[in-house]
């Protein structure tokens, strides 16, 4: 009786499974019109508004028949995605900043001199001190597995370390250490978004936060700013951003490729709107140290939040990848049961490396000294050769306009590296400014300054400048 | 008119879109009054065959349309997770090994003698040659980035010593430096498995397997061994629970927790079977090295398949986290460029311990000796004692049976800790072995025996044995 039951119940619920594939097929259809309509009108792919709206039908849909939100959200990103992939021409193999990168160490085996000012890593190395608290605690046998958020010490001692530098009491139980800033930005990003959410993002941006939504499944919802506006993210526009399906923005600054920061009220109104909107904020600090000014945190702002640090630039500590994560207590948690599934714990001997660097107070000053003088050859050789850009309030780098004619940044840098030697990050990776070029100061001093007059020599010779 | 018509479009789209949450919420009921049913009948809530059937009839309503396989296999993603959601009944908080390591740690710290036979660590520790190669590596300033898929020179050292240990010829492109086994587990499971996509999994199993796959948004299909059965997975069982949703198998042999290694024989006829399915094949192979017998490896197969090694039993180089994966070239291209996004690369020091690790002939063979040893130690003591288990071919656990009669292992576990002072990992937590219990040989061989000793104890004081 109940088996036949079953199997009645059975078929209906494969034949209402079975019809929704026919509605998708259906719009499908629809959407390939839309498409096509879109090509000859020259409208783009992506429009969220768009998007935001059929969310919200849906979520309505959903509620009227107690539908769960996460179920809706999701059933939303497979429709959405699959209209995606029907408007989408697929485009050829790209090049990317790997290239020039590449180009520039094979020009430097076959003997070229090549100024490297499209790294993204300081050059300073991590102090002595380290180097012997990592070696000793190698050559002891500091190489078990430990508690996948980090040693209780280490973690005390960032809590510490964070009360003194930026007057905020956290605990360490809000303490997470990380193989690095970039595993912190994936934990948070896989912890804050499910796939189809959206994360704000404010171009231009350092190109793995959206890599890493979209490696979550996630979308990256870009708010542009310009050199004409100082770099400022118009608050109108972040509002206009934000859908139902946004669940964190992530903001870095001082900003990796702008050098800009942003003002303590300007930011109150930015961690503001988040928290009135119930969004999450990231926070990427990691350039934190290299400032001239004051350094304007999350921490301690009474939102719901998730602040990145690394010992990478503060310490020189690139390669041993060592970072931490504050967040709250039950946020930590689940961080590090997905850190403990993937890979157990960041090295122990490692962990003691960070800790005795923790000890050091006058390196990150030492380093950020090295960086802003640094800062002001860039700038002086700059404004020698007449580009337009941003005087940077910290960070590693500058931003300038190149004002290249033609809309392909990538194929400016190549060439500038052909020509003369100077291998940059072009400004179409951070969100598709092909006018702007970035300069690191993760090189010596006379290596920018060389690199930049070669620049100059190139845009005389283009006629660009 | 364009814009007119392309408003008409959308609102279809919407109104297809809309439609579609109006059947799943239907669907929901129906799955409702299907649950309610099993609950009186007592059958399971998830049952392959079942969905099976569901995945084809979307798949032919699908190509019937020319909807793309990916697509339709996502949302039947999110309607068979909607599905199990609705049936499941929230169960409460569950203990965890997790929570046997913390008691026996406290019970440690409060003067309380534990024989620690829970731990999935050797207590070997890395030879002095790699501590003093991290050491002066770290000393001499080698921790820049270095290439996501691990220093050049390491990757030929890999693929030499793959060469010479498995009788394969691999090239470096082949190979992956990853930190640790599990963080190479999650990266090939990453790449293989999208949401809804299936893996197979043989229990009982490390419970590493299905967390991740859970993690990447896949579904472990269990196939049940014995202990009548030696552990040996049945041909036809694993054939019947393959889907069209499969897309990979995992093997982990010599097995954690049995200590099984598969003939070579019947390894070649899993092998084909895969072949012939289309299955990948990820074979966890970092218990290679502990065995007696001759090595069964994927290696040279003619498959798709990933191999996972790391340094932390053959070379006790446990948190150094560093292992490796063998795989086609172009996927492994594919789980560097992730490794990268979220991690950059293992630390280049620590990839200097790893290469001079490759160069200690012997230390595996001495590990190896040390663990052969307890084996037989614990299998004498457990022999002693009545238990049933089957005797392991390698790897560094036993899994006797202890005959519990009520049906929770972890109880069990925790009342053994509490009453004698012996950790062990119960057997539920490997697939729900709740009359077995796993004794790990990463302790000494004197707390080995202990700890056995105080089994029998405590099985005779309960009248279990």
């Known amino acids: 009786m109940a088996v036949d039951e079953l199997d009645r119940l059975r078929e209906e619920a494969r034949g ?3 019809e929704m594939v026919r509605l998708l097929a259906s719009r499908r259809a629809v959407v390939s ?3 096509e309509l879109k090509r000859s009108s020259g409208l783009a792919v ?33 429709i959405l995605s699959d209209s995606v992939t029907t408007q989408e021409r697929k485009t050829g193999q790209q090049l990317t900043h790997m290239d020039i990168l590449r180009r520039a160490v094979e020009m430097q085996r076959n003997g070229r001199e ?30 078990r597995y430990v508690e996948s958020r980090g040693l209780p010490e280490l973690r005390a001692a960032i809590a510490e370390h964070v009360h003194e530098r930026f007057n905020t009491e956290v605990r360490p139980e809000n303490i997470l250490v990380t193989p690095g800033g970039r595993f912190a930005i994936f934990l948070s990003m896989k912890t804050l978004l499910s796939p189809g959410d959206e994360l ?3 171009d231009p941006s350092w190109p793995m936060y959206k890599q890493c939504a979209d490696f979550v499944g996630a979308r990256a919802v870009p708010v542009k700013t310009s050199l004409e506006d100082g770099w400022t993210p118009k608050l109108d526009e972040v509002e206009e951003r934000i859908s139902s399906a946004t669940k964190a923005i992530i903001l870095n600054y001082p900003n990796n490729p702008t050098g800009k920061m942003l003002s303590r009220k300007y930011f109150k109104q930015l961690v503001e709107l988040a928290r009135d909107r119930n969004i999450t ?17 999350v921490l301690g702002e009474d939102l719901k939040y998730v602040l990145i640090q690394s010992f ?39 962990q003691h490396g960070a800790m005795r660097a923790l000890t050091l107070r006058e390196t990150p000053k030492q380093y950020a000294d090295i960086m802003m003088r640094r800062m002001d050859a860039a700038v002086r050789e700059l404004e020698k050769i007449g580009a337009e850009f941003y005087r940077p309030d910290g960070g590693m780098y500058v931003f300038p306009k190149v004002g290249i004619r ?36 993760g090189a010596p001093e006379e290596s920018i300054v060389k690199g930049i007059r070669l620049l100059g020599e190139y845009l005389r010779e283009k006629g660009l400048a």
Do not use: W
């Not at 992506?46 to 059933?75: D, F, K, N, Y």
């Not at 090549?114 to 190489?143: H, I, T, Y």
């Open 33 to 35: 019109r839309i498409a």
């Open 406 to 441: 033609e809309a392909d940044g990538m194929k400016f840098a190549l060439d500038l590296l052909e020509s003369k030697g100077v291998a940059v990050a072009p400004g179409s990776i951070f969100g598709g400014y092909d006018q702007f070029i970035r300069i690191s100061l």
């Open 16 to 18: 209402l499974a079975v």
């Open 281 to 297: 904020l990231i926070s990427d600090e990691v350039y934190a140290d290299y400032t001239r000014g004051e350094h304007v945190t």
């Open 114 to 143: 090549v100024q490297r000012l499209e790294v993204g890593e300081p050059d300073l190395g991590a102090p002595q001190e380290v180097r012997k608290a990592v070696s000793e605690a190698v050559l002891n046998g500091f190489a």
């Open 200 to 202: 704000l993002v404010i």
């Open 46 to 78: 992506i429009q969220p508004g768009i998007e935001s709206v059929l969310r919200m039908a849906m979520v309505e849909e959903a509620s009227r028949h107690g539908l769960p939100a996460e179920t809706v959200h999701r059933l939303a990103s497979v």
């Open 312 to 350: 990478s630039k503060s310490y020189g500590m690139t390669g041993y990848r060592a970072g931490y994560i504050v967040a709250d207590e039950a946020h930590v948690s689940k961080m590090a049961s997905i850190l403990g599934l993937i890979m157990t714990c960041v090295p122990e001997f490692v």
